[in-house]
C-alpha cells in the first residue's frame, strides 16, 4: 500500500468510536469500512462495500464476517486476525479476498483497529480497506511473467549474461557457468572481457564507448560468429547476440551465447567426407576415363615420333634448308608439351584436399571438362551446343570440385543418349542478379520420379551405378552456397546449379 492510501484510510483510527460519523467523512472516497462487533457480527457496512460486493446492508447486518463474504481458504487467516484484534489494541494490516455476490472475487488492503469499552472490554473491530484487485492482478501477472522468465533462464541451453554500461557482470544463468567453467559467485562484479580471449577482450571497452557515443552497433541487434575464453584457459567457438534496453537510470546488456564447437567439428568432418567421396569418385571418373586419355595421349606421341623420323631423314640430307628441320623439331616441342598438358590435367583432377577456393570463370571450367571428355563426345557421337555468357562474372569456389560436378553431369547426359537418334548436348551459362546459373540439356532418356530421389547417395538408375555422382555433386554446390536441381521432359533431361558471384560473397 502507499503512502497515500495509508493516509486516506488511517485516519478512521481516532473516529472508531462511530463507524456512522467515518462513513460519512468517508462517503465518496471509496473507503469500505466495515464493523464487526465481539463475536465477529458484522455491524455496520457502509456504501463502498455495497457497492463493491452487490450486497445491501440488510443482506449483510448482523452476519458473521467468515459466512459470506470470505473465500473459504482465507478463513481461518481472518479469524486469527480478528482474535489477535480483540486479545490486543492497535492497528493492524492485511490483505485478503471478498467473494461478490455475483462471485467475482475482490482483493481489499485492510487497515483494522478494535475499539473498547471503558471496562477493555471489545465494543468493535473496525476495518477501513481499498479495492486492490486490479493492482493485485498486475501485481500477480508480474510474478507469473518473471518466474516464467527466470525458469527460462534457468533451464536455457544457451548461456544468458547480463552487463551494465561498464561491461560489469550483474547475472548468469547456469548454461553460461558451465559454458565458461566459472560459479555465478566469482563472475558476478567482474568485467566480461575476462570471457574474451586476446585481442577482443582488449577491444571491448573502445567497442563499448564508440557505441555509447555514436550508436553505431558491430554486434547488437546483429548477431555473429566469435570465440570465447573458458576458466581453464581454452578458446572455443561461441555464437553471439546482443540486445540491450534503457531503464530510467542506466542501460543494460544482454548476451545469449552458444558453443557452437561440436557444429564446427561435424562441419569439419563433413567437408573431410565430401573430399573422400570426391576424391573416390574421380578415380572412378579416371578410370572410365582411361580409353580416351589413351586415345588423346597418343596423338601427340605418335607425332612426336613422326615428326622425330622426319628430323633424323632431313640431317641425313645436307642440302636441306635448316629452317625444314626447325620446323619439325618445333613440332615436337609442341606435341611433347600438349601431352604433358594431358597428364597435368588429369593429376590435378584426381588428387585430393580441402576446399581450396579462389575466384574462378565457370565458362572456362566447362572448356577444361569438355576437353577431358572430347573423346567420348566423339565417340558417341554427341553434337555440342555451348551457349557460354559473355562478361561472366567470377565465383569463389574450388575449382577441382565445381570440375567434378559439371563431369558428373555431363557424363550422365552422355549416357542417357546412347540409345537415342538424336544426340544433342548444351551446356549455358548465364548471370541471374547475385548468381552465376550453368545449365546441361541433353536429348536423351530423361528420369522418372522426383528429381530429389537423383541426389539421394546411393540411388541410381544406371545398372553399373554407384549412385553416388550426384549425391556428391549436390553436396558440392550446396558446400557452395548454391543450388542444383533437375527437370525432366519428353525431350530429355535439364541439370542446372546456381553459384553466388564474388561481389555477392563478400
Given at each position: 500500500?502507499?503512502?497515500?492510501?495509508?493516509?486516506?484510510?488511517?485516519?478512521?483510527?481516532?473516529?472508531?468510536?462511530?463507524?456512522?460519523?467515518?462513513?460519512?467523512?468517508?462517503?465518496?472516497?471509496?473507503?469500505?469500512?466495515?464493523?464487526?462487533?465481539?463475536?465477529?457480527?458484522?455491524?455496520?457496512?457502509?456504501?463502498?462495500?455495497?457497492?463493491?460486493?452487490?450486497?445491501?446492508?440488510?443482506?449483510?447486518?448482523?452476519?458473521?464476517?467468515?459466512?459470506?463474504?470470505?473465500?473459504?481458504?482465507?478463513?481461518?487467516?481472518?479469524?486469527?486476525?480478528?482474535?489477535?484484534?480483540?486479545?490486543?489494541?492497535?492497528?493492524?494490516?492485511?490483505?485478503?479476498?471478498?467473494?461478490?455476490?455475483?462471485?467475482?472475487?475482490?482483493?481489499?488492503?485492510?487497515?483494522?483497529?478494535?475499539?473498547?469499552?471503558?471496562?477493555?472490554?471489545?465494543?468493535?473491530?473496525?476495518?477501513?480497506?481499498?479495492?486492490?484487485?486490479?493492482?493485485?492482478?498486475?501485481?500477480?501477472?508480474?510474478?507469473?511473467?518473471?518466474?516464467?522468465?527466470?525458469?527460462?533462464?534457468?533451464?536455457?541451453?544457451?548461456?544468458?549474461?547480463?552487463?551494465?554500461?561498464?561491461?560489469?557482470?550483474?547475472?548468469?544463468?547456469?548454461?553460461a557457468e558451465r559454458l565458461f567453467g566459472y560459479s555465478a559467485g566469482s563472475l558476478l562484479g567482474q568485467n566480461i572481457t575476462m570471457l574474451m580471449p586476446p585481442p577482443h577482450n582488449e577491444k571491448h571497452d573502445r567497442y563499448m564507448e564508440r557505441y555509447m557515443r555514436t550508436g553505431e552497433a558491430r554486434i547488437i541487434g546483429i548477431g555473429r560468429e566469435v570465440t570465447g575464453l573458458r576458466k581453464d584457459g581454452t578458446v572455443f567457438p561461441m555464437e553471439l547476440a546482443i540486445s540491450d534496453v534503457v531503464l530510467p537510470d542506466r542501460r543494460l546488456f544482454t548476451g545469449i551465447v552458444r558453443d557452437i564447437s561440436e557444429r564446427r567439428t561435424a562441419e569439419k568432418r563433413e567437408r573431410q567426407r565430401l573430399a573422400e567421396?570426391?576424391?573416390?569418385?574421380?578415380?572412378?571418373?579416371?578410370?572410365?576415363?582411361?580409353?580416351?586419355?589413351?586415345?588423346?595421349?597418343?596423338?601427340?606421341?605418335?607425332?612426336?615420333?613422326?615428326?622425330?623420323?622426319?628430323?633424323?631423314?632431313?640431317?641425313?640430307?645436307?642440302?636441306?634448308?635448316?629452317?625444314?628441320?626447325?620446323?619439325?623439331?618445333?613440332?615436337?616441342?609442341?606435341?611433347?608439351?600438349?601431352?604433358?598438358?594431358?597428364?597435368?590435367?588429369?593429376?590435378?583432377?584426381?588428387?585430393?584436399?580441402?576446399?581450396?577456393?579462389?575466384?574462378?570463370?565457370?565458362?572456362?571450367?566447362?572448356?577444361?571438362?569438355?576437353?577431358?571428355?572430347?573423346?567420348?563426345?566423339?565417340?558417341?557421337?554427341?553434337?555440342?551446343?555451348?551457349?557460354?555468357?559473355?562478361?561472366?562474372?567470377?565465383?569463389?569456389?574450388?575449382?577441382?570440385?565445381?570440375?567434378?560436378?559439371?563431369?558428373?553431369?555431363?557424363?550422365?547426359?552422355?549416357?542417357?543418349?546412347?540409345?537415342?537418334?538424336?544426340?544433342?548436348?548444351?551446356?549455358?551459362?548465364?548471370?541471374?542478379?547475385?548468381?552465376?546459373?550453368?545449365?546441361?540439356?541433353?536429348?536423351?532418356?530423361?528420369?522418372?520420379?522426383?528429381?530429389?530421389?537423383?541426389?539421394?547417395?546411393?540411388?541410381?538408375?544406371?545398372?553399373?551405378?554407384?549412385?553416388?555422382?550426384?549425391?556428391?555433386?549436390?553436396?558440392?554446390?550446396?558446400?557452395?552456397?548454391?543450388?542444383?536441381?533437375?527437370?525432366?521432359?519428353?525431350?530429355?533431361?535439364?541439370?542446372?546449379?546456381?553459384?553466388?558471384?564474388?561481389?555477392?560473397?563478400?
Amino acid at each position: 500500500m502507499t503512502a497515500g492510501e495509508r493516509e486516506r484510510i488511517a485516519f478512521i483510527d481516532p473516529l472508531a468510536a462511530e463507524p456512522e460519523t467515518a462513513s460519512s467523512i468517508l462517503a465518496g472516497t471509496g473507503v469500505l469500512l466495515v464493523a464487526l462487533d465481539a463475536d465477529g457480527r458484522i455491524v455496520h457496512f457502509n456504501n463502498a462495500c455495497e457497492k463493491a460486493t452487490g450486497y445491501s446492508r440488510a443482506e449483510i447486518i448482523g452476519e458473521p464476517l467468515w459466512n459470506r463474504l470470505l473465500v473459504p481458504e482465507q478463513v481461518d487467516g481472518v479469524k486469527r486476525v480478528f482474535s489477535d484484534l480483540v486479545d490486543a489494541p492497535g492497528p493492524k494490516e492485511h490483505e485478503n479476498y471478498w467473494v461478490a455476490k455475483n462471485d467475482r472475487r475482490i482483493c481489499i488492503h485492510w487497515f483494522n483497529t478494535s475499539v473498547r469499552e471503558a471496562g477493555g472490554r471489545v465494543r468493535w473491530v473496525i476495518g477501513a480497506g481499498l479495492d486492490i484487485t486490479e493492482k493485485k492482478k498486475a501485481q500477480l501477472e508480474l510474478e507469473e511473467h518473471a518466474a516464467r522468465l527466470r525458469a527460462i533462464v534457468e533451464t536455457a541451453v544457451e548461456g544468458i549474461i547480463t552487463i551494465d554500461e561498464d561491461g560489469t557482470i550483474e547475472s548468469v544463468n547456469p548454461a553460461a557457468e558451465r559454458l565458461f567453467g566459472y560459479s555465478a559467485g566469482s563472475l558476478l562484479g567482474q568485467n566480461i572481457t575476462m570471457l574474451m580471449p586476446p585481442p577482443h577482450n582488449e577491444k571491448h571497452d573502445r567497442y563499448m564507448e564508440r557505441y555509447m557515443r555514436t550508436g553505431e552497433a558491430r554486434i547488437i541487434g546483429i548477431g555473429r560468429e566469435v570465440t570465447g575464453l573458458r576458466k581453464d584457459g581454452t578458446v572455443f567457438p561461441m555464437e553471439l547476440a546482443i540486445s540491450d534496453v534503457v531503464l530510467p537510470d542506466r542501460r543494460l546488456f544482454t548476451g545469449i551465447v552458444r558453443d557452437i564447437s561440436e557444429r564446427r567439428t561435424a562441419e569439419k568432418r563433413e567437408r573431410q567426407r565430401l573430399a573422400e567421396h570426391a576424391h573416390a569418385a574421380r578415380l572412378a571418373a579416371l578410370g572410365e576415363m582411361a580409353s580416351g586419355i589413351a586415345h588423346e595421349l597418343n596423338q601427340p606421341l605418335t607425332a612426336i615420333v613422326s615428326f622425330a623420323d622426319a628430323c633424323r631423314n632431313l640431317l641425313e640430307k645436307p642440302d636441306v634448308p635448316k629452317r625444314v628441320t626447325l620446323d619439325a623439331l618445333n613440332q615436337i616441342s609442341e606435341q611433347g608439351v600438349r601431352a604433358g598438358n594431358i597428364i597435368r590435367r588429369l593429376r590435378n583432377f584426381v588428387k585430393t584436399g580441402s576446399l581450396d577456393r579462389e575466384i574462378i570463370n565457370l565458362n572456362a571450367v566447362i572448356s577444361d571438362v569438355m576437353a577431358m571428355v572430347s573423346h567420348e563426345i566423339h565417340m558417341n557421337e554427341v553434337d555440342i551446343e555451348l551457349k557460354l555468357g559473355d562478361y561472366l562474372p567470377g565465383v569463389w569456389a574450388d575449382k577441382l570440385q565445381i570440375e567434378q560436378v559439371v563431369l558428373n553431369i555431363v557424363r550422365n547426359a552422355i549416357e542417357a543418349m546412347e540409345t537415342s537418334s538424336v544426340r544433342r548436348l548444351v551446356l549455358k551459362t548465364s548471370k541471374r542478379d547475385d548468381q552465376v546459373l550453368v545449365y546441361v540439356s541433353d536429348s536423351g532418356c530423361g528420369f522418372s520420379g522426383e528429381s530429389d530421389q537423383l541426389f539421394q547417395a546411393f540411388y541410381t538408375t544406371k545398372e553399373k551405378g554407384t549412385g553416388l555422382g550426384l549425391s556428391i555433386s549436390h553436396t558440392i554446390i550446396e558446400a557452395h552456397g548454391g543450388e542444383l536441381t533437375a527437370t525432366a521432359d519428353d525431350s530429355g533431361a535439364t541439370f542446372s546449379f546456381s553459384l553466388p558471384i564474388v561481389e555477392a560473397f563478400y
